[in-house]
């Protein structure tokens, strides 16, 4: 009587086979201490110091000393009277610059993948002001934004046009600043995009010019869909930037002119600058919530919407 048998595949040459767990999983081949690293160097650098965070939220506290108060940083923190304009602020900060940088740093990308001279050079020139330090950026274009002695309105006084007070108008401090954050920061998103765009197979580009695919068809159908996973990336990476955003800002115009350009995080440094250090602790939890709250589903519908494409 014939019986049915499952033969193990026989290990390759000089490598002895994996142990098999009940169930068919296989079990993974280093020790468990392996990850032990790993696990302090994310327990020393995060998870401590948010929960040393939490707790100093919740004191009034000093360099020596500590009191328990219980949720009174948190009363008093929304009570600030510019924390409302600073929320405003941060989100429209945060849209306005990782929306210009997902749609320049596309367009940049698919024009430094062509076929384009100094190619190379034209990419190395875009990413430069990624690397530029943000506190240099801010007090450069502090200079050249100047109303009456700046770069940029003596060029527009060339040709005949009065430039505004880029950062002394409180209708236009802010999206000043936040052009100033697109320019440093497009760089990386092109970069991204460049590696999402290189990775599309030539084969999916062949077939849509055989089929008489134009420019705009080949950008619409192939790299626009297929490059989903840079878009999601640069998408995530600069809305946190920009809902973090201080340095250029406090650079720039400390949240001036009144309260105009103040985000969360400059109005949680102007409470600690005051001495208030519990409170600035709460500001900290309060916009490290508001980031998790925004940026966690967004990630899970962009990669469901990845997966499902």
Do not use: C
Not at 8 to 25: D, I, M
Not at 43 to 65: E, G, H, K, M, Q
Request: zero cysteines.
């Amino acid at each position: 009587m014939a019986t049915n048998t499952m033969v193990e595949p026989a290990a390759p040459p000089g490598r002895s086979a994996r142990p098999v767990k009940a169930g068919g999983k296989r079990k993974s081949p280093y020790p468990h201490w392996f990850y032990l690293p790993a696990a302090i160097v994310y327990s020393v650098l995060f998870l401590v110091p948010t929960f040393a965070s939490l707790y100093f939220s919740l004191t009034r506290w000093t360099l020596f000393d500590t009191e328990f108060i219980g949720f009174d940083n948190f009363v008093t923190f929304f009570e600030q009277p510019q924390l409302v304009t600073g929320l405003v602020n941060t989100m429209i900060y945060a849209f306005v610059t990782s929306g210009a940088k997902v749609v320049l740093g596309l367009l940049l990308a698919v024009f430094l993948t062509s076929q384009i001279i100094a190619r190379g050079f034209l990419r190395s020139v875009i990413f430069f002001p990624v690397l530029v330090s943000t506190v240099g950026v801010g007090i450069a274009f502090q200079v050249l934004m100047d109303p009456q002695e700046g770069l940029i309105n003596d060029s527009l006084a060339l040709l005949g046009i009065d430039g505004p007070g880029w950062l002394t108008d409180p209708d236009l401090a802010l999206l000043s600043i936040a052009g100033v954050d697109v320019w440093k920061g497009v760089g990386l998103a092109t970069v991204i995009y460049i590696a999402g765009i290189v990775s599309i197979p030539q084969e999916y580009h062949e077939a849509a010019r055989v089929d008489g695919a134009g420019p705009w068809q080949n950008f619409r159908h192939i790299i626009l869909p297929l490059a989903q996973p840079a878009t999601a990336t640069v998408i995530i990476l600069s809305l946190i930037g920009g809902l973090r955003s201080f340095e250029l800002i406090w650079a720039m115009t400390r949240g001036g002119p009144g309260y105009t350009s103040d985000v969360i995080a400059s109005v949680i440094y102007k409470q600690y600058q005051a001495g208030f250090y519990g409170i600035s602790t709460a500001g900290n939890v309060v916009l490290f919530v508001v980031v998790t709250a925004i940026v966690l589903p967004l990630t899970l519908f962009l990669n469901r919407r990845e997966v499902e494409m």
